[in-house]
């Protein structure tokens, strides 16, 4: 087997600061403001790093041999011709970081449906842009509606202590809801609501490339599977999504406040997610 190193791309990193860079200028220009770097000096920038890997390629510096004085060389290797125009140059992924403050950026100061009304803040989402497991629930609470952050209520406690029995922390699961803005009364969202909001938590889906989506609850449950039937159906089994995720339904932790009795069933559920991702299951019971 070929060692993995021989496929490792020495200058990702360097694409990467270039990706950056051009990605802050443009931020800057869209709102008006004066560029700190001239097209010039960017076009430079990326010519010279054109040079340089098309010469690094050719022959890595590491590898050419120092020449004796008494040696004489004809012919070194013939070396690809340097692209005319930068473009030729492969344009850097952008990250799932930059990709979520583009998408947090397009959704505003939204005015899409009637929540916007009664809001004091959008909750857009918190964790890890690349995680491999989310957890998506139905819109904030009064606790969340406050902070700007999703479950951070009681509820949101007892969550978080559902993640820390998997052996994880918040910091290392991405955590969003299906709307952004609070319903009145903490009530379900609407058909409506979820339409308006419904694109912006698509693109975080994609956007961070989860392999799990745990959702809470019935309404986060039917946003994403289109489904009717009720969370005691659906849970416990995963059903398939967009991209190849993998939906794992389980009960909102609010639901297990007023319903201690099953919290053992979606800590079964949780078991289940932690096998799926090859995660150690801990010697610790229900949270």
């Known amino acids: 087997m070929a060692d993995e190193a021989e496929h490792t791309d020495p200058f990702a990193a360097l694409r990467t600061v270039l990706g950056d860079v051009e990605f802050a200028l443009e931020r800057m220009r869209a709102r008006g403001a004066e560029a700190s770097c001239s097209d010039a000096a960017l076009e430079a920038l990326r010519r010279g790093l054109t040079d340089f890997l098309t010469i690094e390629s050719a022959a890595p510096l590491e590898t050419i041999a120092p020449v004796a004085p008494s040696e004489t060389t004809e012919h070194v290797g013939e070396v690809a011709p340097v692209p005319k ?26 005015t899409r449906c009637k929540l916007h009304a009664e809001r004091k803040n959008i909750v857009f989402g918190v964790g890890n842009p690349d995680a491999e497991l989310m957890f998506v629930g139905e819109g904030p609470g009064a606790d969340e509606d406050e902070q700007g952050e999703p479950f951070v209520g009681r509820a949101g406690q007892l969550l978080t202590k559902m993640i820390q029995a998997m052996g994880k922390q918040r910091s290392d699961i991405y955590i969003a809801n299906v709307v952004k803005c609070r319903p009145p009364g903490n009530r379900a969202p609407t058909p409506d609501e979820v339409a308006a909001c419904g694109p912006f938590l698509r693109r975080q889906i994609e956007a961070i490339g989860p392999k799990i989506i745990c959702t809470l609850g019935n309404a986060a449950t039917s946003a994403l599977l289109g489904k009717n039937e009720g969370i005691t159906k659906l849970r416990g089994t995963f059903h398939p999504f967009e991209g190849g995720v993998l939906v794992m339904p389980t009960y909102h932790p609010a639901y297990l406040l007023r319903s201690p009795d099953h919290k053992k069933d979606a800590w079964n559920d949780l078991q289940q997610v932690m096998t799926e991702l090859g995660w150690p299951i801990p010697k610790r019971g229900a949270p």
């Open 85 to 110: 125009s930068s473009s030729d140059l492969p344009k850097p992924e952008r990250s799932a970081a930059r990709m979520l403050v583009e998408i947090r950026e397009d959704l505003g100061d939204c």
